[in-house]
Each structure stands twice: as structure tokens, then as C-alpha cells.
């Protein structure tokens, strides 16, 4: 079946065996085109005064003068740090937690208590963003909020301080709703990787007299260490795109100085100001870096551990 | 040496039985006190006196959210959104994924390559934005549909599936001069239940909750979908902004913000419930789903 050489007839014979195929990418074929890399062409508009008769292409050229723009303004040292440390923090905390649960799940003995725990630490994920900033709202008020209530009867939080409103308590907040969210969603693909773990490699620990911490440590976890570095790779490649949704949502005047991040700043500028060719760069700006993260990241983890995306 | 290994073990479990009833009261009870909240008075809520059951059961909320139109009709308009959407979604990915699938096609590699690259790289919101409003799509029902009609990440998970398929049946196909069309008909579909399954839950939940399709690109009140009304009602405080505000009027002012809260705890459910309902049978299918997509690596 294997066709070789490139020849006419080849490629003819080849054609008709795969034209099928092709129509059947073509949707596909054709959104990916439409709705993806055209906007990638759009991308000039970063280097270009925005010209509204023109569109994408841009009008004159206008240089690296936007990139200039953003450098120079207040709000570029704000967003960067904004942006990262809602980033980091979020990586930081939230990776290790569903390592934490899947390896918790998977002691547990196949049966009803797994299998509900399982069901509701799912749940929160199939929950809109939209809803669950209204939780937050709702449960974390200063005035009759019962996380408020709890938090300050353990002395965790001061009588007068306001969860939702205050510059302190936005980054905690963001990251541990962000657990609550996602955490049981991401156990799942670790839960998977623990269930194709080599059963003779629990049988040997077990005669070498392995108890239950160090079968964790020298079975599980080697187990779990690709799909670990996998994620965290694919995590730094949105490093900067930190969820729009949510933050956009959890935004309020109180707390802007610490929740403006670049793309609600995107936002902003582009859709409600109209400074197209402005907002196209630092959209851009954070595309870049991002990439950039994803790139490096993905280096050396092939280069320590010989994993890689792709 | 034997005592320390007992003791070890005790710990062991201990920290295991802190972590999963932790992470499971944790996840519930916010879940189960916005239930509860919802079907008690208001004044009881407002005392913090719910805290493990209804107290004088109430269903205020609710009966306001029946009132409400804006609901309604985002109702109507997600629920097309999302039936409508997710077709056009497997009907894009399904056959794109067995193209992919065919380890035969030349173009195979630089083909997937094409769409990974979107995964990790994008023009942005404002090119996108433009090209909408160039195509004529902005404030159209198609705002809703076309900018999502695929996620890479679930082709990638089709494809996997469907390159799992036994090879025999191909061949044999083959012999009996089977075209890639007939195949894909009479023989992918059928075994790819299981993968459909995920896919449909997983572009259902997407267009259900989707928020930023309909910030970016619908302004009309009419298409609105109601991830959007429940930002209006639930985030920026318009509970009595119409229908509703009948109450209000009634009660006055100051009761008006007593029950604004009661209004969210209804919304809350009544919005998310036909999500939460679908996923139980759809769940059998996860770990498989996400396993998959996983081998890709």
C-alpha cells in the first residue's frame, strides 16, 4: 500500500486513493484558516495605524511606536506583575493539589465512597465562571457572607476586613476558587496514569517491605512524573493568559490596582476605547511571551527528562 | 522496628481520611448551602442561621425567576446555542479526526501540525474582533457558533480514539472496496460511541457556559445568552432591572436588597442544574476521555 518516489503517477494514484480524506478535513481545513490564522495576519495591525476602511491590514506604518506606548505607560509595570503573580501563584499552589487528590483517590479501594468522591470533585468544573464569581460574592460578603463568618471566627482574616474588596485577599481568593474549580477536573488525566501503572512494581515493593508512604514516593510518583512534566509544560505556555473570564468577572474598583491583568487590559483599550493598533501590540506582547515560555519550557524538560510536546 | 512501621501506617491513613472528606466537604458544601439558601427565608439567610438546613422554607427566588423574562429567553437562546453548536462541532470533528487518524496520509503530520499551532499561538482578541465585525458576524447568532466550531484538543482526543481502532477492520474494509466515506459511515461512527460521548459533554458544557463568545461579539438584548443575563443579575446587581422589579416595587426599597440575594440562589440553580444533570451519565466516559487524550503526549 506504501507509495514511494513522487512521480506523476504516483501522485495520481495517490490523490485518488486520499481526495476523501481531504474533503473530509476540508471543515476543518477551512475553519482553522478562517477563524485562527487570519487574525494571525490581523497581527500586523501592532505595527500599523489602524486604518478603519483597510481592517486588518492596517493603514500607515507605524513601527514598534505602540509597543513604545505600552512600555512607557504606568500600566505596563502594573499588568506585568499583576499578571505574573496571579500566574505563578496559581501554578505554584494549584499544580501539586490534583497530583495530591489523584494520588489520595487512587489509596482508596474501588467502591461507593470513590466513586462519590470522584462525582463531586468533578462537579465544580462543568460550573460556569459566571456562577462561580457569584458564589464567591455571595458566600465571601463582608456583611452576611458565611465564608466571612467562618474565617473570621477562626481569626484567619481581621473583623473589618472586606474579602471581596480589599487588594490583600484578591490574589488568595482568585487561586483557591481557581483550586476549587479545576482541582478535581485535573486529577482525572493523573487518576488515568496511575491506573496504567505496572502492577508488578507494587508486588515488588511490597515484598521488599515497601510501606504505604514509600510505595508513594518510589512507585506512584515515578509513575506520574511524564504526564507531571507534560502538564507543567503546557501550563507555562499560557502563563500570560491568565483566565480572562475570571478575573474580568472578579474585577471591581477596590481591587483594580492588584486585578488588572493584560488581557482585561486588551479588553479595555481595544474593544471599549478603540485603540486598536494600541491594544493589537500588547496582545501581541503577551502572545509572544507566552510562546516564548512554552518554547523553553518544552527545551529543557527534553533536554532534562526527554519529554516533550509534540 | 515493627512499632514504627504501625505508626507509619496510622498517619498514612489519617492524612488520607483528612484529605479526601476535606476536599469532598469542601467542594459540596458551598454547592449544598446555596441549595438550602435558596429555599429559605431571606431574613434567616441574611442571620447566618442556614448553615446545615432549610430554615422556614421559602421559594421567593424562584417564583421572581419565573417572572423574569431576560431568563427565559437567554434560556431559549443558550439552549440553541449549545444543541445547534455542538452539532456543527462533531460534525467538523469527527471527520477532521479521521483524516488525522490515517497514518497512510502524506499531509498527515504537517496537517496536525497546522492546527496544534493554534493551541500555543493566536492573533489575539482585537484581529479576531475585527474579522468578525468583517465577516458580519458580530451580533448574529453564528457569533455564538463559527469562532468555537472546533477545539484542537478534542480533535487531538478523537483522533487518538480512532487511531485506536483495530487495524483488521480497515484492511478488511478495504478488500471489499470500502471508500474512506462508506468506512467512516458504517464502521468509525458506530464503535465511537464512547468518544462522541465525551466530545458532546465536553462542547455542551463549553457553549453552555460560554461568557466570552457574547461579551466580545452580541449587544442585542435578544440574542443574549444567559451566561450573560446571569452576569446582569448575578455580578453587576440588576435583579429588578424588569420583570422582577415588580416585586420590588411592592416591598419597597429597603427589602429590595434582602432579597436580591434569594433571587441569585435561585438563579444560580435553576441555570446550572441541566448541566449538572447531563454529566452523571456521561461520566463512565471521562477517565476514558481524558486517557486518551492524554497518550497523545
Known amino acids: 500500500m506504501k507509495l514511494k518516489g513522487t512521480g506523476i503517477k504516483n501522485r495520481k494514484k495517490e490523490w485518488r486513493r486520499d481526495w476523501q480524506l481531504w474533503v473530509m478535513a476540508l471543515p476543518g481545513l477551512i475553519w482553522v484558516i478562517i477563524f485562527c490564522y487570519t487574525p494571525m495576519y490581523g497581527i500586523q495591525l501592532a505595527f500599523k495605524d489602524y486604518d478603519f476602511s483597510k481592517g486588518l491590514t492596517g493603514g500607515d506604518w507605524a513601527g514598534l511606536q505602540y509597543f513604545k506606548q505600552y512600555f512607557i505607560s504606568p500600566l505596563f509595570g502594573t499588568t506585568m506583575k499583576n499578571t505574573f503573580v496571579i500566574a505563578l501563584t496559581s501554578i505554584v499552589v494549584g499544580f501539586p493539589m490534583p497530583v495530591i487528590l489523584a494520588l489520595a483517590i487512587n489509596q482508596l479501594k474501588k467502591g461507593l465512597p470513590r466513586k462519590v468522591l470522584q462525582t463531586v470533585v468533578y462537579m465544580p468544573y462543568f460550573i460556569s465562571t459566571v456562577v462561580v464569581v457569584a458564589m464567591i460574592n455571595i458566600l465571601c460578603s463582608p456583611t452576611n457572607g458565611i465564608i466571612t463568618a467562618l474565617l473570621r471566627n477562626l481569626y484567619v482574616i481581621g473583623e473589618n476586613t472586606n474579602i471581596l474588596g480589599s487588594p490583600k485577599t484578591f490574589v488568595p481568593l482568585y487561586v483557591i476558587s481557581g483550586v476549587w474549580q479545576s482541582c478535581g477536573w485535573n486529577s482525572i488525566i493523573y487518576l488515568a496514569a496511575l491506573s496504567s501503572a505496572d502492577l508488578e512494581l507494587y508486588d515488588a515493593a511490597k515484598v521488599d517491605g515497601a510501606n504505604r508512604w514509600q510505595m508513594i514516593r518510589y512507585v506512584d510518583l515515578p509513575t506520574l512524573a511524564p504526564t507531571i512534566i507534560i502538564l507543567l509544560i503546557m501550563s507555562m505556555g499560557s502563563i500570560l493568559s491568565v483566565g480572562f473570564e475570571k478575573t474580568f468577572l472578579m474585577q471591581n474598583t477596590l481591587n483594580l490596582g492588584v486585578s488588572e491583568v493584560i488581557q482585561t487590559y486588551v479588553y479595555k483599550i481595544g474593544i471599549m476605547s478603540n485603540q486598536i493598533s494600541f491594544s493589537t501590540a500588547v496582545g501581541l506582547f503577551n502572545n509572544v511571551i507566552n510562546f516564548t515560555c512554552l518554547i523553553a519550557v518544552n527545551q529543557i524538560a527534553k533536554k532534562k527528562a526527554d519529554i516533550s510536546l509534540m | ?297
Open chain 2, 1 to 297: 522496628m515493627k512499632k514504627s512501621f504501625h505508626l507509619s501506617n496510622f498517619l498514612f491513613k489519617i492524612l488520607l481520611g483528612f484529605i479526601c472528606i476535606f476536599s469532598f466537604v469542601a467542594v459540596v458544601y458551598p454547592l449544598y448551602f446555596v441549595v438550602i439558601a435558596s429555599l429559605s427565608s431571606a431574613t434567616m439567610v441574611n442571620q447566618g442561621k442556614v448553615i446545615l438546613w432549610i430554615r422556614e422554607f421559602g421559594t421567593y427566588g424562584y417564583e421572581k425567576i419565573l417572572e423574569d423574562k431576560r431568563v427565559w429567553l437567554g434560556y431559549r437562546n443558550t439552549i440553541f446555542y449549545s444543541l445547534v453548536g455542538t452539532m456543527i462541532n462533531l460534525a467538523v470533528t469527527m471527520p477532521l479526526a479521521y483524516t488525522l487518524s490515517r497514518k497512510e496520509f502524506r499531509m498527515r503530520r504537517p496537517l496536525m501540525a497546522l492546527f496544534v499551532f493554534t493551541m500555543y499561538f493566536s492573533g489575539g482578541i482585537i484581529p479576531s474582533y475585527l474579522l468578525m465585525q468583517k465577516l458580519h458576524l458580530v451580533n448574529s447568532v453564528w457569533a455564538m457558533m463559527l469562532p468555537c466550531a472546533l477545539s484542537v484538543y478534542n480533535v487531538i482526543i478523537a483522533r487518538s480514539f480512532v487511531e485506536a481502532l483495530p487495524p483488521d477492520l480497515y484492511e478488511a474494509a478495504q478488500l471489499d472496496g470500502c471508500s474512506h466515506f462508506k468506512y467512516f459511515i458504517k464502521v468509525v461512527l458506530p464503535l465511537s460511541k464512547a468518544i462522541i460521548s465525551v466530545l458532546f459533554l465536553y462542547y455542551v458544557v463549553g457553549h453552555w457556559n460560554d461568557f466570552f463568545s457574547a461579551l466580545m461579539y452580541i449587544n442585542k438584548d435578544e440574542l443574549k445568552p444567559l451566561q450573560i443575563i446571569l452576569r446582569d443579575i448575578l455580578i453587576s446587581n440588576q435583579a429588578f432591572a424588569k420583570g422582577a422589579g415588580i416585586g420590588s416595587g411592592m416591598m419597597g426599597g429597603s427589602y429590595a436588597q434582602d432579597y436580591a440575594d434569594q433571587i441569585k440562589f435561585a438563579v444560580i440553580i435553576v441555570s446550572t442544574l441541566p448541566i449538572l444533570c447531563i454529566y452523571p451519565f456521561i461520566q463512565k466516559y471521562f477517565e476514558k476521555g481524558v486517557m486518551i487524550g492524554a497518550v497523545k503526549g
